[in-house]
């Protein structure tokens, strides 16, 4: 995925790519969770999904009730898989959960309760008070544009805050690394946005509670 693209993420604050209603959460309803069968699990793995993660997976959504299919990944975007942060609430929250841990090529089986699926109104396809079943499959693995580790790298001085300088810098190595020709005022307007939509008390910094919307331990 381009830098450009993770740029934009940081930016948009996370638009939805299958969002989840105003069910309530895991932590809301006691002694539901989301199943996990494996059903591949690739040799010698390394590396394993963490929330804040950028990954690249394919999802298909079936009902549980009678195994009809409502969602497809594969039918979207000309059948390239998604793109999405892990935890960030960018999917329904069985799948920010069942995904965890998981290793690239690897494939599950999530069988997900209501109260982590679209709850007691449903959508689109889905009817109030579905379980859902969905197969997984994970394809790529890449620090997120969240992740503590960009922090620290965009964090020269080591002050736990982020100032305008620190992240124009990161931005200019970012765009010369990305090496397309692009109209320098971009540079600037995507600085603002940040800033516009990050720094919530209007100091001039990005502070590790701004930055912090995954709620990593490490900051």
């Avoid at 020269?156 to 305008?164: Q, W």
């Avoid at 810098?169 to 005022?185: G, H, I, Q």
Wanted: proline residues 4%; contains cysteine; aromatic residues 10%.
């Amino acid at each position: 995925m381009s830098f450009i693209s993770l740029i934009l993420l940081f930016v948009q604050g996370y638009s939805l790519v299958l969002s989840q209603t105003d069910a309530k959460t895991s932590e809301e309803v006691q002694g539901e969770e989301v199943k996990i069968e494996v059903i591949h699990l690739p040799e010698g793995c390394t590396q394993k999904s963490k929330k804040g993660d950028l990954l690249n997976a394919h999802y298909d959504g079936f009902l549980a009730s009678d195994g009809s299919q409502f969602y497809c990944s594969r039918s979207e975007a000309e059948g390239h898989p998604k793109w999405f942060i892990l935890g960030a609430g960018q999917v329904i929250k069985g799948i920010d959960t069942g995904m965890l841990g998981m290793c690239p090529g690897e494939k599950r089986k999530l069988t997900i309760p209501p109260s982590l699926g679209f709850g007691t109104t449903g959508k689109d396809r889905v009817p109030p008070n579905a379980t859902l079943i969905f197969e997984v499959e994970l394809y790529a693995v890449t620090k997120g544009p969240r992740s503590v580790e960009a922090f620290y790298e965009i964090d020269v001085d080591k002050d736990k805050k982020l100032s305008r300088d620190e992240i124009s810098n990161y931005l200019k190595k970012e765009f010369e690394r990305d090496s397309k020709n692009r109209d320098p005022s971009s540079h600037d307007a995507v600085l603002t946005d940040i800033f516009l939509k990050n720094d919530y008390d209007n100091d001039g910094f990005i502070s590790t509670k701004e930055y912090n919307l995954l709620r990593h331990d490490e900051l």
